[in-house]
């Protein structure tokens, strides 16, 4: 079993519908958690950053940590179709430098 | 300002043979780290390098993979005698300080490169 799940999919919506991205873990010392936003042929981007359980709000993007669930979520409302990419969560424990990915959700948005 | 860049971007070998990867970080950073980009497994970490020194080379998948750093700069992967199952994307991203202290840096990509072994 890998350290972190995430639904590969492809995931496709209509333009301006709500998007959500999950990924379930195993490691309970997981503390820092990450997604990422890749366009193809391109290099990861970090898109949002939360620390510990919670909610994080950048725009149109809002991040959830469920820790006690092991299981955090990216919400994207108003979906346009530059956003269309593959999708990343990413997680590491205090102090630790290596990060442990899922292996991504690809996302299409249709106009 | 520049980002973190990688060369070459393709690299096509026949199996058997060896290859150098390099990645240039962003001026500055002291953090450099490798992963390997698979279809279908998501990127999986390879190695990590403080400066010059590499306290962390758990993911090195054989011992025909290596890499250093040199001044606190260039750092190059190595992978010798490739098989067809080391095809990937090779990405290296670098954050500019320790980390230790604040539990985590943000880590900036380059855009790989792309091994495909023949």
């Known amino acids: 079993q890998k350290e972190v799940e995430q639904d590969p999919g492809p995931l496709s919506v209509p333009e301006g519908a709500i998007v959500s991205l999950n990924c379930t873990y195993s490691?309970?010392?997981?503390?820092?958690f990450m997604w990422y936003r890749q366009y193809s042929r391109k290099g990861p981007e970090l898109l949002m950053y939360?620390?510990?359980?919670g909610n994080k709000e950048d725009g149109r993007f809002t991040a959830q940590v469920d820790k006690s669930s092991k299981y955090i979520s990216l919400f994207i409302r108003d979906s346009q179709p530059s956003d269309s990419a593959t999708y990343l969560c990413?997680?590491?424990?205090?102090?630790?430098?290596?990060?442990?990915f899922g292996t991504g959700t690809r996302l299409t948005i249709i106009p | 300002g520049a980002g973190v860049s990688q060369s070459p971007s393709n690299k096509v070998t026949e199996k058997g043979k060896d290859v150098e990867l390099r990645c240039d970080p962003i001026?500055?950073?002291?953090?450099l780290y490798w992963y390997r980009q698979s279809l279908g497994q998501g990127l999986e970490f390879l190695i990590y390098?403080?400066?010059?020194?590499?306290?962390?080379k758990s993911g090195l998948p054989s011992d025909r993979f290596s890499a250093e750093r040199t001044g606190g700069s260039v750092s190059t992967l190595t992978i010798q005698r490739t098989q067809q199952e080391d095809s990937a994307v090779y990405l290296c991203?670098?954050?500019?300080?320790?980390?230790?202290?604040?539990?985590?840096?943000?880590?900036?990509f380059g855009p790989g490169t792309r091994l495909t072994v023949l």
């Open positions: 991203a670098s954050s500019p300080e320790e980390g230790a202290s604040i539990g985590t840096d943000t880590q900036y």
């Open positions: 490691n309970s010392a997981f503390q820092y």
């Open positions: 939360t620390y510990s359980s």
């Open positions: 990413a997680m590491t424990e205090f102090g630790n430098e290596k990060l442990t």
């Open positions: 001026s500055g950073h002291t953090a």
């Open positions: 390098f403080q400066g010059n020194s590499a306290p962390d």
